[in-house]
């Protein structure tokens, strides 16, 4: 099994091969930023993976949701944030990471929907200077290494927490269809395994070396996938489809 990875600081509690909880099966990791393993996944050349919940929903026709697993955020995420030298209320300029889609389509909710404005979006790549531009998105441990680099620190998740009272949800484990209908069994495997690890890390957190700072961040984390969790993912969804980001709002299938 091909299994795409993101080595990011908040997928740490999936890291199986960290946690020790063996998988019954072969399989080789995959790494990448979100917005590679989108493109392996759809490409065939993952066979599941953690992928950006933005991409299941422009792509659920092809894909299964594995249940009760995601990288979701009540309120404050930290890692998902927007530095600004000004209040978002009268930024014009927006530069976007490249790194994942589920964030930069919730920027545009966030600027859309909830402060009815329009502002001019760019891409915004690894290494780039942030001094230069008015405002950035920024994700993962990118974003937890430059919190407070500028005047305004926007949190997005607390925002769509604010506006929705919902969590909001950044990233799924899925599986490609035609992989799912022919290796059901590796499949139920592997659900096990990351529900397992999740289970193990959490219980024995103290064992990974990690600083205070680090625990708190993934203490803080969501990482189920309740019906709530569903309601916030058709919300957006939705959103998206009105502001014509996506052709149509998705079905959820899920493994069995």
């Known amino acids: ?12 509690p999936f890291n199986f091969e960290k946690t020790g909880v063996k998988p019954p099966f072969s399989y080789r990791l995959v790494k990448g930023v979100p917005s590679r393993i989108n ?18 929903i422009e792509n659920f ?15 404050r995420v930290r ?18 990471t490249d790194a994942s889609k589920t964030s930069r389509y919730l920027t545009q909710v966030i600027f859309s929907r909830f402060l009815d404005r329009q502002v001019d979006y760019r891409d915004f790549r ?4 942030l001094k230069d531009k008015e405002a950035v998105l920024l994700i993962g441990d990118n974003a937890i290494k430059h919190a407070g680099a500028k005047r305004f620190t926007y949190d997005l998740s607390s925002i769509w927490y604010r506006e929705t009272g919902l ?24 659900h ?4 397992s690890s999740k289970e193990r890390f959490f219980s024995q957190i103290e064992r990974y070396g990690l600083e205070e700072s ?28 009105e502001m014509g980001l996506v052709k149509e709002t998705p079905v959820f299938r899920f493994t069995g």
């Open 79 to 96: 890692s998902v944030i927007i530095l600004s030298d000004k209040p978002l209320e009268k930024v014009r300029t927006v530069y976007l």
């Open 192 to 195: 096990q395994v990351l529900k």
């Open 167 to 190: 969590p909001f949800v950044f990233a799924l484990w899925s599986v490609r269809e035609d992989f799912y209908r022919n290796e059901r069994e590796k499949v139920k495997a592997l």
């Open 61 to 75: 026709e092809s894909l299964y949701v594995l249940p009760h697993l995601s990288v979701s955020s009540l309120n």
């Open 214 to 241: 680090q625990k708190g961040y993934l203490k803080n984390l969501d990482y189920s996938l309740t019906e709530k969790h569903l309601e916030s993912l058709k919300l957006f969804s939705r959103y998206l489809k």
């Open 1 to 12: 099994m091909r299994i795409g990875w993101i080595d990011y600081l908040n997928t740490l």
């Open 39 to 56: 493109r392996l996944i759809s490409e065939g050349k993952v066979d599941a993976g953690f992928i950006s919940s933005a991409h299941y």
């Open 126 to 129: 690894q290494g780039e200077e």
